[in-house]
């Protein structure tokens, strides 16, 4: 048998520990080239929030750092995968996370006839990450992120974007979760790289540059992978 043809739809992976600016950077490729960012970090706390049977499993291990279980999160991720607008491309954020994830990531795309087409290893080292997360803020009207020193609005109180004046933070950005969040990320997430690397679809991008420079480089990587996805090509 062939190998299973990939048709159509890029699907970005952007694998990083906390703060490395997966979510800055899903919302500028988002902007750029009209894909779907999926957070499922985004789907977990709306499920919290909401008070789903899904939130409510997931919120004390999301307070504490650690990782909620592979087949709630998998469920949350399959039903936003099946809304039609992911048919234009999806940017993963924050998933896989697990090496079970990433294997039923492949079964899932294989059904739709799809496969992963570049996964973005965002470096910084763990001074950075806990220092982005610790003043991390967010819109609470349209999600866009923020920093209290290193990505502040242009009009403080008032979101850049939408002009919103309500702001979130979230729960776990302190400097002892974002610690906890750091040592899962190194146990259970970063061999994702190794196997990512096996598979080739892996890129590093040194992610301690500035926002814009992460952009550049992010946007070189990712560019050439979009337009063969809609060119038919994968
Ligand atoms: P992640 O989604 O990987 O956890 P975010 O995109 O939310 O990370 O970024 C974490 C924090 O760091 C946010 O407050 C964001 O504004 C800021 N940030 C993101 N990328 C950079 C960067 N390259 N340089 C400085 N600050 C950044
Ligand atoms: P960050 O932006 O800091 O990387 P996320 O918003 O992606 O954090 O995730 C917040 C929390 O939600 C994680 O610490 C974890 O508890 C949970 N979570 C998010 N995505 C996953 C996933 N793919 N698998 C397991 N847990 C997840
Ligand atoms: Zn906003």
């Given at each position: 048998m062939n190998a299973p043809s990939c048709t159509q739809t890029a699907v970005l992976i952007l694998l990083g520990p906390p703060g490395a600016g997966k979510g800055t950077q899903s919302r500028a490729l988002e902007r750029a080239f009209g894909l779907i960012q999926l957070s499922t970090g985004d789907m977990l706390r709306a499920a919290v929030k909401a008070g789903t049977p899904a939130g409510k499993a997931a919120k004390a291990v999301m307070e504490a750092g650690g990782l909620v279980s592979d087949e709630i999160v998998l469920g949350v991720l399959a039903e936003r995968m099946s809304q039609p607008d992911t048919g234009r491309g999806v940017i993963l954020d924050g998933f896989p996370r697990t090496l079970a994830q990433a294997e039923a990531l492949d079964d899932l795309l294989a059904l739709r006839g799809q496969c992963v087409g570049a996964v973005v290893s965002m470096e910084v080292d763990d001074e950075t990450m806990v220092a982005r997360v610790a003043g991390?803020?967010?819109?609470?009207?349209?999600?866009e992120g923020y920093h209290?020193?290193?990505k502040p609005a242009k009009m403080a109180g008032t979101c850049d974007i939408c002009g919103g004046t309500d702001f979130t933070r979230r729960a776990?950005?302190?400097?002892?979760t974002a610690r906890a969040r750091l040592a899962t990320y190194r146990q259970q997430t970063a061999p994702l790289i190794g196997h990512y690397e096996q598979t080739g679809v892996l890129m590093r991008l040194d992610a301690m540059q500035d926002i814009a420079a992460v952009s550049r480089d992010l946007v070189r990587m990712v560019e050439p992978v979009i337009r063969k996805g809609r060119s038919g090509g994968m």
């Open positions: 991390r803020f967010t819109c609470a009207t349209c999600g209290e020193t290193l776990d950005d302190n400097a002892e």
